[in-house]
């Protein structure tokens, strides 16, 4: 396989006294291979093509900055504004974190309670549903009416979206040990808690880190969601706020560099939890092994 | 070892079972007035159709289902179901190799020490000794998902002996198996088994297997489950390819298997 790779053409004579059957098997890896370039160059090519044709048209069209800024612009601003929007991405990032923290810790821990008691999963998890369905845009105002202090506020609602599928996937994932597994603990005497830290844990661990995949994206969400509803400036302001502030202000360019800026957190938050999962996975579990076919 | 265990036959059963009948909330009549004496140092094969309850009376023998009606009584004189398989240092291997994915073949072995507390380091040689029975020592490191399927049940015996039981229970443990991993697998139980002298109880359905390995075949028929008849395999061991194309083999052949016909014919007539 490494020799298809770098020797690019495979010399005639080769693989004829080689394998004639193996045709098929190099057209395979040749098709492999020009996938694996097309996997990078595609999007990054296309995302070139979508900003030089946006600068273009701005310019083309002399549309004011005010409206849509040119990308060269976007970036300008990106660099200017730095101090102010960093210091709003630390805002948010803090809720983010600390909000998925805590999904974590009660989501894992609810799933724990819910698998001991059938009865404690029956008489609460509707409430998780309710908190689920509704939007956090209709609740976050009460929050804010009820709760004193903004950041507690901030980090409830941003909770509230992040908590269930962590919660929903570790509850399907501690029920789902192999009950032959089960047997065996039951067999060897295995107490309530060596099951769950020998057997079901272990087997919650995939379907966990799949809601924490899920969480990672909404708690920067409702971390956003909550900031534009709290909308109140001053100390500890994160990046709706700026966003808020920028539109009142019509400066569209700062709009466009704090929302890239939120982009890019969520994707490198994803890439993270990706890489968590996959370094946690990578040694037993089918999504994170490689195969020949 | 198997001089020892023949003299031992002589002895109180092992475990008995007096009129031991299961019958399951929708009304299943799984067993139906069994009884059975396993005497310590037997290989016992139960065989029998799906359906015959066969596994049920395995499961009730390691305490993870209770039977409806009679008693079991151990040699210990404890009576009852096991409340704990390690009371009656029981294992259990079960037709699927049923490891930890997770966890490597070394952590898989250890996992009934260190669920008695044992550490790594306290239960290493016990583990590495059990893996040489099976002939994994080498792979102690690898993860489930690197080994065959023969490997894996390898591993799973290894676990089952780990904790040096008196009593191996084993579910069908070669059905899933190709025939040449099942054959060098059978030699190899056969082999452990005359070197430690523990007691198996072998559920099969497979009238070949059950005759190469046993001493005793109990032929049990299905609805209600029960035993018609109680085989004695005087085949001397240790028996090998041999004894498979011997006329001995052959004769034990024919009698199980006209015994497991008699027996589902039985139950056809009965049932319908």
Redesign the interface.
């Known amino acids: 396989m490494a020799d298809l790779t770098t020797s690019g053409p495979a010399p005639n004579l080769e693989t004829a006294s080689q394998a004639v059957a193996d045709e098929k098997e190099l057209a395979r890896a040749a098709r492999a291979r020009r996938d694996r370039i097309a996997r990078w160059v595609l999007p990054v090519l296309t995302m070139v093509l979508t900003i030089l044709g946006w600068e273009y048209l701005v310019v083309a069209n002399e549309i004011p900055h005010y409206i849509l800024p040119r990308p060269s612009l976007v970036l300008e601003t990106l660099v200017k504004d730095w101090p102010i929007l960093s210091a709003a991405l630390l805002v948010t990032l803090k809720i983010t974190f600390g909000a998925l923290a805590i999904a974590v810790v009660g989501g894992v821990g609810l799933a724990i309670l819910f698998s001991m008691s059938k009865w404690v999963e029956m008489s609460f998890y509707p409430y998780a549903i309710i908190l689920q369905v509704t939007p956090i845009i209709v609740i976050a105002p009460l929050i804010f009416i009820y709760v004193d202090s903004k950041i507690a506020g901030l980090l409830i609602c941003a909770w509230i979206v992040a908590f269930f599928p962590i919660l929903s996937n570790t509850t399907l994932g501690l029920n789902s040990a192999d009950h032959n597994l089960r047997n065996l603990m039951e067999l060897y005497g295995a107490s309530e808690r060596q099951t769950l830290w020998h057997l079901k844990l272990p087997s919650a661990l995939p379907f966990f880190l799949g809601g924490l995949k899920i969480a990672g994206g909404l708690s920067l969400i409702g971390a956003i969601v909550a900031e534009f509803v709290a909308g109140t400036g001053g100390v500890g302001s994160g990046l709706a706020f700026r966003i808020l502030e920028a539109s009142y202000r019509l400066n569209i360019p700062r709009m466009f560099a704090a929302i890239i800026l939120i982009s890019f957190t969520g994707i490198l938050i994803f890439a993270a939890m990706s890489l968590l999962s996959h370094l946690l996975l990578r040694k037993w579990h089918e999504s994170a092994l490689k195969r020949e076919n | 070892m198997s001089l020892a265990a023949e003299a031992e036959i002589s002895q109180a059963p092992l475990v008995s079972l007096r009129h031991i009948g299961k019958t399951f909330s929708n009304g299943t009549v799984a067993l139906h007035d069994m009884s059975l004496d396993i005497q310590s140092g037997e290989f016992v094969s139960l065989l029998g159709p799906s359906g015959c309850g066969k596994s049920t009376v395995l499961r009730i023998i390691?305490?993870?289902g209770h039977a409806t009606t009679g008693r079991m009584t151990w040699a210990d004189g404890e009576n009852g179901p096991a409340a704990?398989?390690?009371d009656h240092h029981?294992?259990?291997v079960?037709q699927?190799p049923?490891l930890?994915?997770?966890?490597t073949v070394f952590g898989n072995v250890w996992?009934?020490l260190?669920?008695?507390g044992a550490t790594k380091a306290e239960a290493r040689d016990r583990v590495m000794e059990a893996l040489a029975m099976v002939g994994l020592e080498a792979f102690e490191t690898a993860?489930?998902?690197e080994l065959s399927g023969g490997m894996k049940m390898r591993v799973s015996i290894a676990r089952a002996l780990v904790?040096q039981p008196r009593l191996l229970l084993m579910d069908e443990p070669f059905a899933a198996l190709d025939e040449i991993t099942r054959f060098k697998l059978n030699n190899d139980l056969l082999d452990l088994w005359q070197r430690f002298g523990f007691t198996v109880i072998f559920v099969t359905h497979s009238v070949f297997e059950s005759v190469y390995l046993s001493n005793r075949i109990v032929v049990m028929a299905a609805r209600p489950g029960r035993v018609v008849e109680d085989i004695p395999v005087n085949a001397p061991y240790p028996r090998g390819d041999e004894f498979r194309t011997s006329e001995t083999y052959n004769a034990f052949c024919r009698t199980a298997s006209e015994s497991l016909h008699a027996a589902m014919a039985g139950s056809e007539d009965g049932h319908g």
């Not at chain 2, 930890?100 to 966890?103: C, L, N, Q, S, Y």
């Open positions: 390691a305490g993870l704990n398989a390690q029981i294992s259990f079960f699927e049923t930890m994915p997770w966890a996992l009934p260190r669920l008695k993860y489930p998902r904790t």
